[in-house]
């Protein structure tokens, strides 16, 4: 059975319809990327997921019906969302803003060895830790928002947009990261405009338009298709 | 030099009310207009359980009456909160409206059980001491470091607990707690009873000094509002430094003009900050 | 045609289509006040009218402006304030009669109402709020510091009545509230209230559609200003003497209060509960220890019930003749 399992979601803004009937698919150790052009509803799937937004259809995470759980549910149960735009907290220094990602674990021992594995993966922050975070440089805001993320424990991981608005050798280096970490087993649900790079490290694809799953398949099939060459990749 | 010491007693008084209403609103994005009247409870939990629980026994029982006032002011903000607040918390002029009406409530209940005129609790201390060759009385004396010490507590508590980290999350990014698995109406719940309780612990160590009449309320929010936005709306250290500015500049011109001219001016300073720097003094969000 | 017969037959058009837009409660609530002053020589029952009728002034003209800009002002004491010492003053000093000083006082108050609109334009929610509070606040400050001037604590009192007996005051305060809500709802009818509402969600989609959302404001506050200014000098003429509490910052939230029971942004749901709840507050007289508790606790629990206000209930959304006939037609 896949780890997450999502029928015919759909999600309105007033009487507005931004997803309509969205299922997907998403098997443990997975990398899927979820692409489209702005506005074709990338993030209020993401948003549907993590509990933030209200949707009708069916959301299963891991045997569990999870449509009407609220987002503390839904990180509880290892589904952690790294928001578009961050959403860090500016005034509280780096090392605040990881211990906040692990607010609802106890268990001491394991969060320290998260926050070293996570200084591992990211030493800047390691050395910025009482920096505020507010002060970061957007790269290295995007690594913090991982980071927290991390320290959530996360069992499948939501990444909005990691690479907007960030330097490419610093993208590089973020996806490097995204990839080792799915190559060490997690789940990865990866939204991207970015197309190129996204359908680069992923193992396979939705493409979303105008709020309906309108192409999936593995990477090599998505890259390989027309329409996507032409409207995603400029080629 | 009696400006100096006066500024800075009655500063931190006016800092304790002030932090609370900020600390709401940075959270819930939610002006409370009751704070006032959570002040002047204090002031009246006190004198109610000194004077019919502990029957005014000595200076143990006056403690354990501020105590039991300060419990029971954070229980009336929590009973605001669940009962009035939570149907529309969204919109804060709904938010605005239904505390003020609480707020003429309670003063009418006040009015009816309690008179119209001022109230006294005796003091923790007596008598009086010279410093620098100026007469305080050791009451006011008091005020500032036990102000000092709880604001410090404040600060402490939300700087290493995880409750208080909570709540500065939540004032800095609403979504972002929630992604961690933060509930923001807890955290709101909680931070309003803080409030209440700072407001409270105010309002008991006002009640030996100056007269408490049921509609003393008004006063204190329009001090609290005042120092909030003066302070630029969010700012913790922000409300702290305006509290003793809006103190000083008060005891001074009481001192140097007439009782009237005083508030005038305070009022006209409010005006000009407001209408030439609305962000306040300090203007960056800061909890 | 010329710009001011342009003008006139546009604001002639407007008071027509609000005639047209009246309700019927109200229209005959009013002629009820008619006849109860023409009939009745109860001196109680006529006090009391004339008092729900000075609050429901003082509702309707609070609601012109923030119930369409949908801005809290928490200080509209200070309109009635400073129009009710005008009257006050002229009248005693000048011994101007009450049909020039309510004239002057209301555009005095209009005047006053146009400058702190155009200060307070930036301002919004909280700011906005705080800068009507302490206005209120400095004019009373100011009220104590003059008071050779202004009586002090006292006030001034002596003032001339609008006529010799209470029925014909009673008369008269009631055509000024009729015109009155004819203007105001005319006011807001016209494409001023609808870009005053525009204003309320979004002012930047207001200024980027080519509006000047600041014109608009300055008007409502003077507009609101005005009729307040009305009410403040029904006041003196009708008690015969103004007291700090006519600038008092309980009256400016008690008019808060009462017209966000009504609902606001619909003129009458704020005239139709001031009217209501001034009746019921004498009624509870008869336990009067408790009456101002039981009035506020009321207060609390209509808010509460209906946190839009009672006119914007969703019960009226789905009544609507019930609706036409209470609150008027919609803006
Ligand atoms: N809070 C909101 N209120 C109203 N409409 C919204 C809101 N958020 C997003 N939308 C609309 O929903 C659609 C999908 O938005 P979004 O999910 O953010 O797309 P994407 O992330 O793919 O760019 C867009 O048309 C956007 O305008
Ligand atoms: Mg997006």
């Known amino acids: 059975m896949a780890l997450l399992e999502v029928d015919k979601l759909s999600a309105f803004y007033g009487h507005l319809r931004v997803l309509s009937d969205v299922s997907l698919t998403v098997e443990a150790g997975e990398l899927i990327a979820i692409i489209g052009s702005n506005g074709a509803g990338k993030t209020t799937l993401l948003r549907s997921l993590s509990g933030l937004t209200k949707t009708t259809g069916r959301i299963r995470f891991d045997g569990r019906d999870l449509t009407a759980a609220s987002p503390q549910e839904t990180v509880r149960l290892g589904i952690v969302h790294c928001p578009e735009g961050r959403k860090l907290f500016p005034d509280l220094t780096v090392g605040e803003n990881l211990s906040l990602g692990a607010f609802l674990r106890r268990d001491h021992a394991a969060i320290q060895a998260d926050l070293e594995r996570v200084n591992d993966l990211f030493p800047i922050l390691h050395e910025r830790r009482e920096q505020k975070a507010g002060t970061l440089s957007g790269g290295e805001q995007q690594m913090l928002a991982i980071g927290r993320a991390l320290m959530c424990r996360p069992r499948i991981i939501l990444l909005d947009e990691p690479s907007f608005g960030i330097a490419p050798i610093i993208v590089d280096r973020i996806f490097e990261v995204i990839r080792q970490l799915n190559a060490g087993g997690l789940t990865t649900l990866l939204v991207e405009q970015n197309v190129g790079v996204a359908l680069d490290v992923c193992t396979r694809a939705y493409v979303l338009e105008n709020g309906h799953v309108a192409l999936s398949g593995s990477a090599g099939e998505i890259s390989s298709n027309a329409a996507v060459r032409e409207s995603y990749l400029g080629m | ?287 | 045609m010329s710009r001011p017969l342009l003008i006139a037959r546009r604001a002639a058009a407007g008071l027509l289509d609000a005639i047209q837009a009246l309700s019927l409660v109200f229209v005959i609530i009013v002629a009820g006040i008619v006849i109860t002053a023409l009939t009745s020589s109860n001196f109680y029952v006529l006090e009391i009218l004339v008092l729900a009728v000075i609050y429901m002034q003082f509702t309707s003209s609070w609601d012109v402006l923030c119930g369409y800009a949908n801005q809290d002002n928490f200080g509209i004491a200070f309109f009635t304030g400073i129009s009710g010492y005008i009257a006050a003053i002229l009248n005693k000093s000048l011994a101007m009669s009450p049909w020039l000083t309510v004239p002057i006082s209301a555009t005095a108050a209009a005047a006053a109402g146009l400058v702190i609109g155009w200060l307070a334009l930036r301002l919004r929610g909280p700011y906005f709020a705080l800068l009507t509070i302490v206005f209120a606040a400095v004019l009373s400050k100011l009220a104590y510091i003059f008071s050779h001037v202004t009586g002090g604590e006292e006030g001034i009192s002596g003032i001339a009545s609008f006529s010799r007996s209470v029925e014909t005051d009673l008369l008269v305060c009631v055509a000024l509230l009729f015109i009155s809500v004819l203007c105001m709802t005319a006011f807001a009818r016209s494409h001023y209230g609808l870009i005053l509402r525009s204003t309320q969600h979004n002012e930047d989609a207001a200024l980027a559609s080519g509006i000047n959302a600041a014109h608009y404001k300055v008007a409502g506050f003077g507009v609101s200003a005005f009729f307040a200014g009305v009410g403040g000098a029904m006041f003196a003429h009708t008690h015969m003497q103004v007291s700090p509490e006519l600038m008092a910052g309980s009256l400016s939230v008690l008019v808060v209060l009462m017209a966000v029971a009504g609902g606001r942004g619909t003129i009458l749901g704020p005239v139709l509960a001031a009217g209501a709840l001034t009746l019921f507050n004498e009624w509870l007289r008869i336990i009067e220890i408790y009456r101002p508790i039981i009035f506020t606790g009321t207060l609390i629990v209509m808010i509460y019930i209906f946190p839009s206000g009672i006119a914007n209930a969703s019960f009226f959304a789905r009544a609507p003749l019930l609706r036409r006939l209470l609150f008027g037609r919609e803006a």
Not at chain 2, 121 to 150: C, H, M, Q, T, W
Not at chain 2, 204 to 228: D, E, G, M, N, Q
């Open chain 2, 1 to 287: 030099m009696e400006i100096l010491i006066l500024g800075l007693s009655r500063g931190s008084v006016y800092a304790l009310v002030a932090v609370g209403f900020v600390l709401v609103f940075s959270v819930g994005g939610i002006l409370n207009l009751a704070h006032g009247t959570l002040f002047m409870l204090g002031a009246y939990f006190t004198y109610i359980y000194f004077n019919f629980l502990f029957g005014q026994g000595g200076t143990l029982a006056l403690l354990a009456s501020y105590v039991c006032a300060i419990v029971s002011v954070s229980l009336v903000a929590l009973l605001l909160f669940f009962a009035l607040f939570r149907r529309k918390i969204d919109s804060i002029s709904y938010v605005m409206v239904v505390s003020l009406a609480f707020a003429l409530f309670v003063e009418q209940f006040m009015k009816v059980y309690f008179g119209v005129t001022s109230t006294g609790v005796p003091s923790l201390v007596r008598g009086s001491v010279d410093i620098f060759g100026v007469r305080v009385l050791n009451k006011e004396v008091l005020l500032l470091p036990i102000s000092l010490f709880a604001l410090v507590a404040l600060h402490m508590f939300l700087r290493h607990s995880s409750a208080g980290q909570s709540i500065k999350a939540v004032a800095q990014s609403r979504e972002g707690a929630i992604l961690v698995g933060i509930k923001p109406d807890r955290v709101l719940a909680m931070t309003i009873a803080i409030a209440a309780a700072l407001a409270a612990l105010a309002g008991t160590l006002i009640s030996s000094l100056v007269t408490v009449t049921p509609t003393v309320w008004s006063y204190w929010l329009i001090k609290a509002f005042a120092i909030a936005i003066v302070g630029g709306l969010g700012s913790l250290p922000g409300a702290v430094v305006a509290a003793f500015l809006l103190s000083f500049v008060e005891i001074a011109t009481t001192f140097t003009l007439t009782d009237q001219y005083g508030e005038l001016v305070a009022l006209m300073i409010i005006v000009a900050i407001l209408l030439f720097r609305p962000s306040g003094l300090m203007s960056s969000r800061q909890v």
